[in-house]
């Protein structure tokens, strides 16, 4: 393994071990590799087979290349320009993840005073979480309509047709989390 790999293992490891609390050996028993061979891979002076790299980041749920390249800095900000924005019908929608979570989408929708927007229903299982803000948003799935107000929240079915109006005077925010249903492998 190149030094500057095994380096950028070693110091990924540890961090991810460290930042859940859990020690070499509570991590060797996750993973199933030996105590000595994970703080061989702590120290930078391991070279693991491929296997062992995929068991230590199943044990550490993180993709494989997180654990061999560059660590990352400990925080980055990110201005409101560069998270995406759209627009569908009177609503703005914006990302407020600027990195890609697997399974997972978090936006914050604007509704002005009278705005709608038809959702789109997604994959059978999904799970949906709309927040109200501020303001009045009502939330039609499948035929049943819930009023939110500021800190309401309504948990539905993703996969169902839905829409989103606000009948109040004033405009109106909310956050909506889909928590996509996993696909199987093909």
């Known amino acids: 393994m190149a030094a500057p790999i095994a380096a950028h293992l070693a110091s990924n490891v540890r961090k991810l071990r460290e930042a859940r609390g859990l020690t070499q ?85 604007d ?12 994959t059978q299982g999904t799970r949906e979480y709309l927040t109200c803000e501020r303001g009045e948003i009502e939330l039609t799935v499948s035929g049943k309509t819930w009023k939110l107000g500021p800190g309401d929240v309504v948990v539905f079915r993703g996969d169902q047709r839905h829409s989103y109006r606000n009948p109040g005077r004033t405009s109106a925010a909310a956050y909506s989390v889909v928590a996509f249903a996993p696909t199987a492998a093909s």
Do not use: C, F
């Not at 199943?58 to 654990?67: F, K, M, T, Y």
């Not at 703005?92 to 399974?103: A, H």
């Open 111 to 122: 509704l002005p005073a009278g705005g709608h927007m038809i959702g789109i229903p997604h």
């Open 25 to 109: 050996q509570q991590m060797a028993k996750l993973s199933g590799v030996p105590r000595p061979t994970w703080a061989n891979l702590e120290s930078g002076q391991a070279n693991p087979t491929i296997a062992v790299l995929a068991r230590v980041a199943d044990a550490l749920q993180v993709r494989i290349e997180e654990l061999i390249e560059p660590p990352k800095a400990a925080g980055k900000l990110y201005g409101v320009d560069v998270l995406p924005v759209r627009r569908r019908g009177d609503v703005t929608i914006r990302k407020l993840l600027p990195e890609s979570l697997p399974g997972l989408e978090i936006e914050r929708m």
